[in-house]
């Protein structure tokens, strides 16, 4: 009798159920996988952002005192214990104006934001006046306006600042420890001490702590030597 060719045996439901549980076992890993790698990937980019941020911020610090404009009868630096404004040279494309341009941190504590405020370019004292006082009410209490030309540094939670005058790192609102004649009031009326008639700081040093959880985090302290002086100030 001629034999009959044999069936041939295909899946079972169980082997074919069991079949697809391995695969997605499989595909789920792999998924978790690639969800690792991708946050790993948006947290690198988010610290590369946090570190570039700060550190445009810290050199635009350091150009902002360099720039620093001596002229008669105008306030250079003041600082009144919430916000450090200067009056700087405008940028290599109006080396003729001037500029008016405020640090704060704004918030201290657990929610504090290092801000910088720069005015449009200056021309005339009367300008320049206005912008000095636009900054002062900036560092205390922004309107929508004033926010507008304010940029974030960075989260911080405290910072200070010390003037070195006398061989020593100073409170600026304190009273110099040096027998000069205080300089003449502010076109705002407040006290200076950064006017273009020698009261210029020798050196200004800044103290900030950023907030945790950022790339960069903790104490920072930077210190700035007015050009003509030569050296450095720890």
């Known amino acids: 009798?001629?034999?009959?060719?044999?069936?041939?045996?295909?899946?079972?439901?169980?082997?074919?159920?069991?079949?697809?549980?391995?695969?997605?076992?499989?595909?789920?890993?792999s998924w978790q996988g690639l969800d690792g790698m991708m946050r790993t990937l948006r947290q690198t980019d988010q610290n590369s952002e946090q570190t570039l941020a700060l550190?445009?911020?810290?050199?635009?610090?350091?150009?902002?005192?360099?720039?620093?404009?001596e002229l008669p009868g105008i306030t250079a630096i003041d600082w009144d214990g919430?916000?450090?404004r200067l009056t700087r040279?405008?940028?290599?494309?109006?080396?003729?104006?001037?500029?008016?341009v405020g640090w704060t941190l704004r918030n201290p504590g657990a929610n504090g934001q290092w801000l910088r405020w720069q005015s449009p370019p200056l021309?005339?004292?009367?300008?320049?006046?206005n912008a000095w006082q636009m900054a002062?009410?900036?560092?205390?209490?922004p309107d929508q306006t004033q926010r507008q030309r304010e940029v974030l540094i960075a989260p911080a939670n405290d910072w200070q600042i010390f003037y070195y005058r006398q061989d020593a790192w100073t409170n600026p609102?304190?009273?110099?420890?040096?027998?000069?004649?205080?300089?003449?009031?502010?076109?705002d009326g407040k006290a200076g001490d950064g006017r273009a008639?020698?009261?210029?700081?020798?050196?200004?040093?800044?103290?900030?702590?950023?907030?945790?959880?950022?790339?960069?985090?903790?104490?920072?302290t930077r210190d700035w030597v007015r050009p003509i002086l030569g050296g450095g100030k720890s």
Not at 1 to 28: C, D, H, Q, W, Y
Not at 123 to 129: K, L, P, V, Y
Not at 136 to 141: K, R, S, V
């Open 55 to 69: 550190q445009a911020g810290l050199g635009q610090w350091q150009a902002d005192l360099e720039a620093l404009a």
């Open 136 to 141: 002062a009410l900036w560092g205390q209490n």
């Open 123 to 129: 021309s005339t004292r009367g300008d320049w006046q």
């Open 82 to 84: 919430r916000v450090l």
């Open 89 to 100: 040279q405008g940028p290599p494309s109006q080396p003729e104006a001037t500029l008016v």
């Open 173 to 187: 609102m304190s009273s110099d420890a040096s027998n000069n004649p205080a300089p003449p009031p502010n076109a």
């Open 197 to 220: 008639d020698g009261q210029l700081p020798q050196g200004l040093r800044l103290v900030i702590t950023l907030a945790p959880g950022q790339a960069i985090s903790g104490r920072i």
């Open 1 to 29: 009798m001629e034999n009959l060719p044999k069936r041939s045996r295909g899946f079972t439901l169980v082997e074919l159920l069991i079949a697809l549980s391995v695969m997605a076992l499989m595909a789920l890993l």
